[in-house]
């Protein structure tokens, strides 16, 4: 529900050589790079930018989706997970 001011898909330039997950370099750093993957390890890191007042608090949600038939056509999948998620935010 927030807008993603950066992304990762790529697990090693997430974490950063070297490094494990209780220190990734893209939290370190304050961004992730915008990398996309093909194949390889693969994650799912969004950042999102929040700022708060002392003593206030805000909820972030997170939607995610699997279509299937992705792999064989990506684009018609990603334009039906596009719907759906459209028609569940629209729900909530």
Known sequence: NKKV?????DRDAFI???RYEKNPIAVELGQC???EIQS??????LQVDVSL??????????YLCAS????KDYET????ALLDIRKFYNFQ
């Open 5 to 9: 001011s950066s992304y990762s898909g």
């Open 68 to 71: 299937i038939g992705s792999l």
């Open 33 to 35: 790079g915008n990398e």
């Open 77 to 80: 999948a990603r334009q039906k």
């Open 16 to 18: 950063g050589n070297y």
């Open 53 to 62: 007042n002392a003593g206030t608090s805000e909820n972030v949600k997170f």
């Open 40 to 45: 390889g390890e693969a994650c799912a890191a």
